[in-house]
């Protein structure tokens, strides 16, 4: 089934649905080439449905900003209303299609951590379940997902993030993670105990973008015990910061589901610390405003009983 939806103002100017959809992923995505390849149009397509709003409307969307398009002060009006509609429009295909369809899509985002060593077993389960319907995993930082779920481009996210409450996102807390700072096997402070954070003073500390809670956790900590890190090494990659450890590049903190089989092996070795464990919090959230499908429901509540068979540490 297909849904053309059309907007028309009193003035006669109309606005179609793959117009606002294309507007969107321009706005989210920052250029017409990575929108297009989201979308799976031609650039060209692209270019013409947002040519197509801006005569409609008289106004100009975006401007360019180096090699990439920023949002007027036109797009910027546009953008919040864009995703609303575009949010009713895919809850009202969802409602016509009938509640018990079970080859719909839905998109799911997640942090690194959680994508890689947390959902795949609620994934298996949930393909088992659904085998025709399709998820969209889009891993993410904690403000891309937030951002995502509140402009209706994420059915449901899973972030790790300090507690946290917004008006239009509902969070549901799911498991306590404990993060545990790594260093090599061979660094000077492998294998010692009681270690006071003071003592990281003046080291290397390979650190994930920013955006994530458990950096931040960490540079807090670090500051409170006025150390100060002589390099601080960023990365995009928790794999990449895995082996730059194990080479014994620097220090990093990261959860301790990320690392426990390199810890098993020997390749890499948990700082015994002086004081309280780390932690961070593994939230479920979604749009206050969005009727949630059933193929959601349904993984949101395997999510629920996955997570809830692991152990939650204060």
């Not at 994934?123 to 998820?135: Q, S």
């Amino acid at each position: 089934m297909i849904l053309h939806i059309e907007f028309r103002d009193r003035w006669g100017a109309s606005v179609d649905f793959r117009q606002l959809e294309a507007f969107r992923a321009v706005a989210t995505g920052g250029s017409i080439s990575r929108a297009a390849e989201t979308l799976n149009y031609a650039q060209s397509t692209v270019t013409a449905q947002i040519q197509k709003i801006e005569r409609e409307f008289g106004v100009a969307l975006f401007e360019r900003v180096g090699k990439r398009l920023r949002l007027a002060d036109g797009g910027k009006r546009l953008l919040d209303y864009a995703d609303r509609i575009l949010r009713l429009t895919e809850e009202a295909h969802a409602a016509v299609k009938g509640s018990e369809s079970s080859d719909g899509t839905i998109s799911v985002g997640a942090s690194e951590s959680l994508c890689a060593y947390r959902l795949p077993t609620v994934l298996h389960e949930y393909r088992r379940r659904f085998p025709a319907a399709t998820v969209r995993l889009r891993p993410g930082i904690g403000s891309e997902l937030r951002r995502d779920i509140a402009n209706g481009s994420l059915d449901i996210a899973f972030l790790m993030e300090d507690p946290w409450q917004e008006q239009d996102i509902v969070v549901d807390r799911m498991l306590v993670e404990p993060l545990v700072i790594i260093v090599a096997p061979t660094n000077r402070l492998a294998w010692r105990r009681n270690i006071g954070l003071e003592e990281l003073d003046g080291g290397t500390i390979l650190a994930t973008e920013r955006g994530r809670s458990y950096r931040e956790v960490f540079e807090r900590a670090l500051m409170s015990a006025g150390a100060q890190p002589a390099t601080t090494l960023e990365f995009g990659s928790i794999e990449a910061i895995k082996h730059c450890v194990m080479a014994d590049v620097g220090i990093a903190i990261l959860p301790e589901v990320a690392v426990r089989e390199e810890l098993a092996r020997g390749e890499l070795a948990a700082l015994d610390l002086h004081g309280p464990a780390f932690t961070i919090v593994t939230h479920m959230a979604w749009h206050r405003d969005r009727r949630l499908s059933p193929l959601v429901k349904a993984f949101a509540e395997i999510a629920r009983r996955r997570f809830g068979r692991l152990d939650l540490r204060e």
